[in-house]
Nanobody, 120 residues
Framework: VQLVESGGGVVQTGESLRLSCAAA????????IGWFRQAPEKEREGISC????????YYADSVKGRFTISRDDANDTVYLQMNSLKPEDTAVYYC??????????????WGQGTQVTVSS
């Protein structure tokens, strides 16, 4: 399983970025994919998730109305469109998936992260 994030950068308050998470090594369309972020000296927090088949999407209150998650199953990629960015959105952003093996064991997979910095 491989997850590779891209699209981070340095922007000013109010600007937008689109993050991508390219997946490989598993049947992508079967699985839910989530976005997490971790700011300096803070715990990693879940901010958005999209279910398999795009049946449902979820957002943390801190990003609801500003961020949009989507997926392209033909290209094994999940996107996070981030609008109206604020300095408090500054963090390393990670994509994540969880899989259960035949024994019932749960496995978490993470990308390497992409840095988003929002200047005021």
């Amino acid at each position: 399983v491989q997850l590779v994030e891209s699209g981070g950068g340095v922007v000013q308050t109010g600007e937008s970025l689109r993050l991508s998470c390219a997946a490989a090594g598993f049947r992508f369309d079967y699985y839910n994919i989530g976005w997490f972020r971790q700011a300096p000296e803070k715990e990693r927090e879940g901010i958005s998730c999209i279910t398999s088949g795009s049946a449902a999407t979820y957002y943390a209150d801190s990003v609801k109305g500003r961020f949009t998650i989507s997926r392209d199953d033909a290209n094994d990629t999940v996107y996070l469109q981030m609008n109206s960015l604020k300095p408090e959105d500054t963090a390393v952003y990670y994509c994540h998936t969880e899989q259960v093996d035949w024994t019932g064991g749960e496995h978490d997979y993470w990308g390497q992260g992409t840095q988003v910095t929002v200047s005021s």
